[in-house]
């Protein structure tokens, strides 16, 4: 059953200027849930600002904790610093990307991939508060492995003065998505090419143990399941 119009609206971020795609529009979605997804499977964003008039982008692990992203480094990071060096924070746009396909066409100007990313636009800004602060090293633990922040030890005093974490609203949102085969033009269908989509998947090898795990630590039930 369709929901009611305050209920579409809580399930999408609302488009703006910066989220419309010029290109492709129709590939556009700012469903909410969409957009978790996309940003739950991955490992690295891309992180984008200006620095001395000069656009710089850095991959870097995050984490999501409900309309949050949260990102973290040295203190001694440049970018990291200039979140608090600004008023009121650092224009930023943040961006995660999966490959799910090599799209092959009989034309070279029709070979495309099928995708599925998220941008973020917003200001970043830096985590002050000590419980925000070690949730979201949590978050990040969590990215990578879940479950894997509740069975590691967790920051101590001087590993946390030594972490800079900063966060950007889920505000400003849109995914963008690719499905689908090769859109040939019509003229070139009884060309003598092979067309179609060549799947991409990503996996994981045997969990290898450290050399120097103490004997009787088994592997845990969260990496048996990967």
């Known amino acids: 059953m369709q929901g009611t119009t305050e209920e579409t609206q809580a399930a999408a971020y609302a488009p703006t200027d910066r989220t419309v795609p010029t290109r492709s529009a129709d590939r556009a979605s700012y469903d909410k849930e969409l957009v978790h997804s996309i940003l739950d499977e991955g490992y690295v964003c891309h992180l984008g600002f200006v620095r001395d ?18 990102v973290h480094g040295s203190t001694g990071s440049r970018p990291l610093r200039m979140t608090g060096e600004a008023d009121p924070g650092l224009p930023v746009c943040l961006t995660v990307t999966h490959l799910d396909g090599l799209v092959l066409a009989r034309s070279a100007f029709h070979h495309s991939l099928n995708y599925r990313s998220v ?62 085969g090769a859109n040939d033009e019509p003229e070139d269908l009884a060309l003598p090419h092979w067309a179609g989509v060549v799947p991409v998947q990503r996996g994981y090898g045997t969990p290898v143990p450290n050399a120097d795990l103490a004997p009787g630590i088994e592997l845990p039930d969260y990496l048996k399941a990967r």
């Not at 008039?53 to 949260?70: D, F, K, M, N, S």
């Not at 917003?122 to 949590?138: F, M, N, S, Y």
């Open 53 to 70: 008039g000069a656009p710089v982008v850095l991959p870097t692990l995050y984490g999501r904790v409900g309309e949050r992203l949260y």
């Open 119 to 180: 941008v973020v636009h917003g200001i970043a800004r830096q985590v002050t508060d000590p419980d925000e602060k070690r949730a979201a090293l949590d978050a990040l633990v969590d990215q990578v492995v879940p479950g894997r922040a509740a069975d590691s030890r967790p920051a101590n005093k001087k590993e946390l003065a030594a972490t800079m974490v900063i966060r950007l609203d889920l505000d400003e949102v849109s995914a963008k998505l690719r499905t689908g």
